[in-house]
């Protein structure tokens, strides 16, 4: 006669994989966010690129500098994206296993907990690059003192 789960042991399994399950709804909203901010970026280097075709003298050195700070901070920020869906492909194996396990009757408790911390340790990565791009951005945005303080005739 083959293994059928009793629907007790599948509900409990279900329980214990609700917080994962949250978690991994976290994950979306802060991957929006993160894909929303780099749009943005890349819409701006790009508008940055047209305008530079056309410069001349300091304004192009300015567009030069600019765009380096972008390019970098596309790097940070596809670093962060990368580490946080890294984070919920591991948070989505910590979900399978609880119910592999259950249902063959597996003893992983152990291999779960290190793919969770695993997962933890990836969004902590994803959430710290996330942070320095953040950071890399206000340090770009500064107002040209020669707009602020304009030399008169």
């Given at each position: 006669?083959?293994?059928?789960?009793?629907?007790?042991?599948?509900?409990?399994?279900?329980?214990?994989?609700?917080?994962?399950?949250?978690?991994?709804?976290?994950?979306?909203?802060?991957?929006?966010?993160?894909?929303?901010?780099?749009?943005?970026i890349v819409d701006r280097s790009r508008q940055l690129?047209?305008?530079?075709?056309?410069?001349?003298?300091?304004?192009?050195?300015?567009?030069?500098?600019?765009?380096?700070?972008?390019?970098?901070?596309?790097?940070?920020?596809?670093?962060?994206?990368?580490?946080?869906?890294?984070?919920?492909?591991?948070?989505?194996?910590?979900?399978?296993?609880?119910?592999?396990?259950?249902?063959?009757?597996?003893?992983?408790?152990?291999?779960?907990?290190?793919?969770?911390?695993?997962?933890?340790?990836?969004?902590?990565?994803?959430?710290?690059?996330?942070?320095?791009?953040?950071?890399?951005?206000?340090?770009?945005?500064?107002?040209?003192?020669?707009?602020?303080?304009?030399?008169?005739?």
């Amino acid at each position: 006669m083959a293994f059928s789960p009793v629907l007790s042991t599948v509900a409990e399994t279900i329980q214990v994989a609700i917080a994962p399950v949250f978690l991994l709804a976290g994950l979306g909203a802060i991957l929006n966010v993160m894909v929303g901010r780099l749009a943005r970026i890349v819409d701006r280097s790009r508008q940055l690129e047209a305008l530079h075709l056309r410069a001349i003298g300091p304004e192009r050195e300015r567009h030069i500098h600019e765009l380096r700070l972008i390019d970098g901070r596309i790097r940070t920020i596809n670093n962060a994206v990368y580490l946080v869906v890294m984070a919920a492909i591991a948070i989505c194996l910590v979900v399978a296993m609880l119910f592999v396990a259950e249902l063959a009757n597996l003893q992983i408790g152990q291999v779960i907990a290190v793919a969770f911390i695993v997962s933890m340790l990836l969004l902590t990565g994803g959430l710290i690059c996330f942070l320095i791009e953040i950071h890399m951005s206000v340090r770009a945005i500064r107002v040209r003192s020669d707009l602020i303080h304009p030399t008169l005739p």
